[in-house]
């Protein structure tokens, strides 16, 4: 149970630190561009830590 809390915890902490790292980054293309990129990233990166949360939880719950 607790190395579950603590791969749950990472797995946030990391995605916060590449979201913070992601913002701060400025690219040579127009805002809009660099607008819907971000998102797909942050998307992208929301979508893996959801998988390993939901792996984590499934195996909490057998």
Known sequence: MKKI????FIGIFIF???AATYQNMTLPITDTVQFIV????LF???????KSLAKTFSLYAK
């Open 16 to 18: 916060f630190m590449i």
């Open 38 to 41: 971000k998102i797909a990233v």
């Open 44 to 50: 992208f990166i929301a979508s893996i830590v959801l």
């Open 5 to 8: 809390l603590i791969n749950t």
